[in-house]
């Protein structure tokens, strides 16, 4: 039973719009929240995260909104630039581990 | 300095055999953690080690077993290798409980 999920398998977005990422999560006791970034043949790469305490945070063209009454969070990427095809993962970290969605695929062609 | 070290990269078993995978971390890191990742589940947590002990455990069967030795480096053990055991295998370290992870890039196992 996933707790954390990502419900669209795959995005496709045009170079310089905005890319949205969605990512529900089901226990209102998780408090922080990451989201990685995955390249085939390449590990996960830690990209921003959020805490309960805060509803937004930004870094660069990345930032990462949180809705903790709907139990949402969502990653905006702006603009999108063809560098950031890749496999995206919200998670959360609790009891010592990371619990992962099941991706999101970002295509972002010219 | 050196990031998360998996090897092999790539390796194809047979039903039935067993299998082993090493996980370098970041020189310093106590921690390493290990995540099977496959096309319908995601990223699972197996396990993590932080100072030669086992502290965390996912749900997944008897037959996946780890250790940490004193140098941090990790082994990863799986027996009995079934088919729906082929996934991407990754390791993961950091440098104290309260730390962010490093990913290695994974070992790729096809079990046929």
């Known amino acids: 039973d996933q707790q954390v999920k990502q419900n669209s398998p795959s995005l496709s977005v045009q170079e310089g719009r905005i890319s949205i990422l969605n990512c529900d999560y089901t226990n209102s006791m998780f408090d922080y929240f990451l989201w990685y970034k995955k390249y085939p043949a390449e590990g996960p790469t830690f990209l921003i995260s959020i805490s309960s305490i805060k509803d937004k945070n930004e870094d660069g063209r990345f930032t990462v909104f949180l809705n903790k009454s709907a139990k949402h969070l969502s990653l905006h990427i702006v603009p999108s630039q063809p560098g950031d095809s890749a496999v995206y993962f919200c998670a959360t970290h609790n009891t010592d581990k990371l619990i992962f969605g099941t991706g999101t695929r970002l295509q972002v062609f010219p | 300095k050196a990031g998360v070290t998996q090897t092999p990269r790539y390796l194809i078993k047979t039903r039935g055999q067993q299998v082993t995978l090493s996980c370098s971390p970041i020189s310093g890191h106590r921690s390493v953690s290990w995540y099977q990742q496959t096309p319908g589940q995601g990223l699972q947590f197996l396990f993590e080690y932080f100072s030669e002990t086992q502290r965390n455990k996912g749900n997944f069967p008897g037959r996946f077993s780890g250790r940490q030795f004193s140098n941090s480096r990790s082994e990863m053990n799986v ?34």
Request: hydrophobic share 30%.
């Open chain 2, 79 to 112: 027996s009995t290798l079934e088919l729906g055991d082929s996934a991407l295998y990754l390791c993961a370290s950091r440098q104290g409980l309260s730390e962010g992870y490093t990913f290695g890039s994974g070992t790729r196992l096809t079990v046929v």
